[in-house]
């Protein structure tokens, strides 16, 4: 172990955190912690191919988006001594319905149901306000012997939530990596989960009691159609998160053919509940 290591914090806009959540996904040779709206990355290598990326990446969004997108990133250099007991000590267990969700390193909670998720080696941990309001849903809405399909799984916490409630689950992603991950944690939490693929809900036959996505406002409205399309029948649920309060509207505009069951909120973050209006 090198006496020194290096010291990321990423703090990218809010509305495009995903984005660098998924770009990061993407080029990192290591883990990083996600806190508040930063992502940290320590490596114990030179920091500047990394910077540089993540700058290059910023300014190629801009100009495909045509906005400032200003990212800040700050370099530290540290001892390379207790920091993963100190970042342990930070991570915080987190009670979300009836679920428990805590790190490999934290003690079960009796009288709930606990899902394990490594911060380090993940993400979608329930500390986001996106993943803890759909954690929210699951746990209301959720019942055993469901069928149920997580799309964007990303660490396949909510999945993993849905096959702890007694559901037969499904889950994709167009990620590699959020497969990958996924299947692991599946494993870590000793549950089975049904089928899990790289690639969107289209490719699959089975229709669903619940369908579960938690992405961005955009795809969300991109994909409405074939989310639409996955639900059973009119009892069905649409479980939808990742949408930013200011584009809910524009959202719902997209599935202007379902009423509204519930609305969760956590900050500036909305996930909605979401039915087929019954036709006359």
Same mark, same amino acid.
Not at 44 to 60: C, L, S
Not at 185 to 201: D, P, T, Y
């Given at each position: 172990?090198?006496?020194?290591?290096?010291?990321?914090?990423?703090?990218?806009?809010?509305?495009?955190?995903?984005?660098?959540?998924?770009?990061?996904?993407?080029?990192?040779?290591?883990?990083?912690?996600?806190?508040?709206?930063?992502?940290?990355?320590?490596?114990?290598?030179?920091?500047?191919?990394?910077?540089?990326?993540?700058?290059?990446?910023?300014?190629?969004?801009?100009?495909?988006? /045509?906005?400032?997108?200003?990212?800040?990133?700050?370099?530290?250099?540290?001892?390379?001594?207790?920091?993963? *007991?100190?970042?342990?000590?930070?991570?915080?267990?987190?009670?979300?319905?009836?679920?428990?969700?805590?790190?490999?390193?934290?003690?079960?909670?009796?009288?709930?149901?606990?899902?394990?998720?490594?911060?380090?080696?993940?993400?979608?941990?329930?500390?986001?306000?996106?993943?803890?309001?759909?954690?929210?849903?699951?746990?209301?809405?959720?019942?055993?012997?469901?069928?149920?399909?997580?799309?964007?799984?990303? /660490?396949?916490?909510?999945?993993?939530?849905?096959?702890?409630?007694?559901?037969?689950?499904?889950?994709?992603?167009?990620? *590699?990596? /959020?497969?990958?991950?996924?299947?692991?944690?599946?494993?870590?939490?000793?549950?089975?989960?049904?089928?899990?693929?790289?690639?969107?809900?289209?490719?699959?036959?089975?229709?669903?009691?619940?369908?579960?996505?938690?992405?961005?406002?955009?795809?969300?409205?991109?994909?409405?159609?074939?989310?639409?399309?996955?639900?059973?029948?009119?009892?069905?649920?649409?479980?939808?998160?990742?949408?930013?309060?200011?584009?809910?509207?524009?959202?719902?505009?997209?599935?202007?053919?379902?009423?509204?069951?519930?609305?969760?909120?956590?900050?500036?973050?909305?996930?909605?509940?979401?039915?087929?209006?019954?036709?006359?």
């Amino acid at each position: 172990m090198n006496e020194y290591y290096y010291e990321l914090v990423v703090t990218p806009p809010t509305a495009y955190h995903e984005l660098f959540e998924d770009f990061l996904n993407d080029i990192l040779p290591v883990g990083y912690e996600e806190r508040d709206e930063s992502f940290i990355i320590r490596i114990e290598e030179d920091p500047q191919t990394i910077k540089w990326g993540i700058e290059q990446f910023a300014e190629a969004l801009g100009k495909a988006t /045509s906005q400032n997108i200003d990212v800040d990133i700050s370099v530290s250099k540290l001892k390379n001594s207790d920091w993963i *007991e100190e970042y342990q000590k930070s991570v915080t267990p987190l009670q979300i319905g009836k679920f428990y969700i805590h790190p490999t390193w934290s003690e079960p909670k009796e009288g709930s149901i606990n899902i394990v998720i490594d911060p380090a080696l993940a993400f979608g941990t329930g500390h986001h306000p996106t993943t803890a309001t759909c954690l929210q849903a699951v746990s209301k809405y959720v019942k055993e012997s469901m069928e149920v399909c997580d799309v964007g799984c990303g /660490s396949g916490i909510l999945a993993i939530a849905a096959a702890k409630l007694g559901a037969h689950v499904d889950a994709c992603d167009t990620d *590699e990596v /959020s497969v990958e991950n996924t299947l692991k944690n599946a494993q870590l939490n000793g549950v089975s989960l049904r089928n899990v693929w790289q690639g969107s809900i289209n490719k699959s036959e089975r229709k669903y009691d619940v369908v579960i996505a938690n992405i961005v406002a955009d795809v969300l409205i991109f994909l409405q159609k074939e989310l639409k399309n996955a639900l059973k029948n009119e009892n069905s649920l649409l479980i939808l998160s990742g949408i930013m309060d200011k584009y809910e509207q524009k959202v719902l505009a997209s599935y202007d053919d379902c009423e509204v069951v519930e609305r969760i909120t956590q900050d500036e973050w909305v996930s909605l509940v979401l039915k087929k209006k019954e036709t006359e």
